[in-house]
């Protein structure tokens, strides 16, 4: 049998091991299986040109076909892994095949958490992770002329974005007392609040779907205060769960994520793992989490390709992840959690652009920036190289961006 490593998951994180593996020298066979029905494409268009019918399938692959031909890159489509036998080093698919690993990369991701209400399994009910659900989604859109979104997170906002753009009425229900509540201050919900407001999308704060009405497919929500809405069609964005299951099962180290080192090993030698599945340290932010992007499932699998040919290339990037909302270019840099204080830049209450630097103790951690791509890449670059910023020029706007680092060469 010739060697082969074989890549469980085919999106993000699953196609740059396998695109890495051959820039590494990995020579053997290098075989994807996922479950879903195409090649590697691009997640983040699904919520933004894909739903609203402005890019194909085909214009957010990864790579087109003929790459991974090149590459001699096999994919299996539609299945899904169920076991992975450590001893014998096989995995067992629910296509009754057995495959056999000399190295494995578990690129698995998250799926979506699903809600169980009167009537959520209505026809016209959806959530967005996949190409087929955003096909699904962008079909029943054709004659839906009012929609509902239940979670106002990022991929909920950014739902509302497209569907207000394609004519549609639009109401996002929150659980909370603000949109974006685990992810973003008070000051930035307030902000994307209000241009949302003002692009006439309805946010319902402190709320959240208690049941859906329909006699074929929905027809209406009503909420947890008693009002009922109209609803065409409803997504369900209320975050995703990883799938660490396969791992676990099989005995590997698993938290919040499939546990991995800094080079994307497991505590079993020969499987790495990579993406939204992992729970893994990060030099820069000294301590461990679990990131949901794309940034964090490219630069992870680049590494674990790596250790897979014997090579160690540490992974440490500065978690990074956008969001893009009507005109708003949203970029973060670095991770908000446990802040202590909130430093704007720009007008938060009229205009359309703004950066939002969290502090702890006095020292930048993260920085939100809507449609200012050069503070972003001032406080990316700062933080990547440990340099200091000028914490009280934070809020002034006669500093260049670039001006705001201390010891800037
Ligand atoms: C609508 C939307 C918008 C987004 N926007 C952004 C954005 O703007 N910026 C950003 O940085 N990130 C964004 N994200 C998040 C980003 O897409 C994810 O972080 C990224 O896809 C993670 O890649 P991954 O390969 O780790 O996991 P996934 O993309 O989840 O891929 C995992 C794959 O493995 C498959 N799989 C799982 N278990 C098995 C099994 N047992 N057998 C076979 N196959 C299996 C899954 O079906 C899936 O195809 C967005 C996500 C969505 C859904």
Known sequence: MPRQCIIIGGSHAGAQVAISLRQEGWQERILVIGNEAHLPYHRPPLSKGFVSGDKSLDDILLRPASYFEKHDIEFVFNVDVESIDRNNKTINCNNGQTYTYDKLALATGARVRKIDLPGSDLPGIHYLRTASDAQAITHDCQSAKSAIIVGGGYIGLEL????KKAGMQVTVLEMAPRVLARVA???VAQFYTRVHTEEGVNIVTGTSAAAFTGSNRVESVTDTNGAQYKADIVIIGVGVIP???????AGLDVDNGIMVNEYAQTSDASIVAAGDCTFHPNALLGRSLRLESVPNATEQAKSAAASLCGNQKAYASLPWFWSDQFDL???IAGVNTDYDKVILRGDALQSRSLAAFYLKD???I???CIN????????KKAMTKGLALRIDELSNESIKPKDLIIDNN
């Open 160 to 163: 509302a974005a497209s569907f």
């Open 185 to 187: 201050a008070a000051e």
């Open 243 to 249: 799938n660490t299951e396969l791992a676990r099962d």
């Open 329 to 331: 270019k949203l970029q």
């Open 362 to 364: 006095n020292t930048v």
């Open 366 to 368: 993260a920085v939100d």
């Open 372 to 379: 200012r791509a050069p503070e972003f890449a001032a406080v």
